[in-house]
């Protein structure tokens, strides 16, 4: 406070002597006079009692009362030696009293329109960003949004410590709403199907294999067919000819004959051979796509 108790006690004491032998001087039938020029004993008391006031209220921590009183003492019209206390008084009371900036927002936008009550007083019902002076020590804060009145009060006890000046103080209001967002489950998400996977239908080995024997069979009853053919003409012509018409053994008969037959089953078999390759090429599967990592060329199954 810039004055110990001892060198305040002194002051006090001396500025009561002084002002109790200047009223004891002064003539009775001149205070009339001196109350037009010079201060009456009533200021003269007034500012003693500010003087002591101011004192005991800083001791106390009590700053904002202090600074009224000590602007009580240090008018033109209070004797010299209190003003001059006062006055240097004032400059630390100014220092001592601390003030605080009110904030208040919820979610991320400010909100402005707030009623702001501190240990039990309103202050303010709109923010505008200037500092609130309060005594040092422990003060109970509510905030009332008057825009969201659905908003419920924030409420906190804040200490504040002497001299501390244009300290921030940010409050945040909680939105019911986005709770009860928070609170919920989150929505099941449909699965995504999965992208349609390349496929081709590669021509089975099976069916090569059986067009070739389909192949291989036709030609073979053909040839045989052909060969019995001819061995039947040469037979059926006349005897002056080469021939053994109209007489045949039994032997060159069965010999025409089994290669007929011969020639009627690789046709047979060319035509199973045929059909089984034609229906394995029509019911022939779906594959994926596979590419290889060595060369990066899609395999196209076994046509390639």
């Known amino acids: 406070m810039g004055l110990s108790k001892a060198a305040g006690r002194r002051r006090s004491a001396r500025a009561r002597c002084c002002v109790a032998i200047g009223l004891a001087v002064i003539p009775i ?8 020029e010079g201060p009456s004993r009533q ?20 700053y ?12 033109p019209e209070c004797p010299p030696v209190l003003r001059a206390d006062c006055l240097e008084w004032f400059t ?26 501190i240990d039990g007083k309103v202050v303010s019902e709109e923010l505008d960003g200037r500092a609130h002076e309060l005594d040092p020590g ?20 804040v200490l504040v410590s002497r ?22 489950p989150p929505r099941l998400l449909q699965p995504q199907p999965p992208p349609p996977v ?23 009853g053909a040839t045989v067919g052909v060969i019995g053919k001819k061995e039947e003409s040469d037979l059926r012509k006349p005897a002056e000819e080469g021939g053994c018409a109209p007489y045949f053994t039994p032997g060159q008969v ?48 076994s046509r390639f």
């Open 138 to 157: 422990a003060h109970q804060f509510r905030l009332e949004s008057l825009d969201r009145p659905e908003l419920p009060p924030v409420e906190s006890e």
């Open 43 to 62: 200021v003269v008391a007034e500012c003693v009692a500010g003087h002591e006031r101011s004192q005991t209220l800083q001791r106390a921590g009590r």
């Open 254 to 301: 069965d010999s025409v004959r089994a290669k007929y037959a011969m020639a009627d089953i690789g046709f047979g078999l060319a035509v199973a051979s045929g059909v089984g390759a034609l229906v394995s090429y029509l019911i022939r599967p779906e594959v994926p796509l596979q590419s290889s990592g060595k060369s990066g060329f899609v395999s196209l199954g």
């Open 64 to 75: 904002l009362e202090a600074r009224e009183s000590v602007l009580s003492c240090s008018r």
């Open 163 to 184: 001299g501390e000046k244009a300290r921030l103080l940010p409050f945040v209001f909680e939105d019911p709403k986005a709770r009860e967002k928070a609170l919920l």
């Open 92 to 117: 630390t009371v100014e220092r001592a009293i601390p003030s605080v900036v009110v904030a208040a927002r919820v979610g991320t936008r400010d909100l402005i329109r707030v009623r702001v009550t």
């Open 198 to 220: 390349p496929t081709h239908r590669p021509t089975p080995m099976v069916t090569y294999v059986l067009a070739g024997a389909a192949g291989v069979f036709a030609i073979a």
């Open 29 to 36: 039938s001149a205070r009339a006079q001196e109350s037009a």
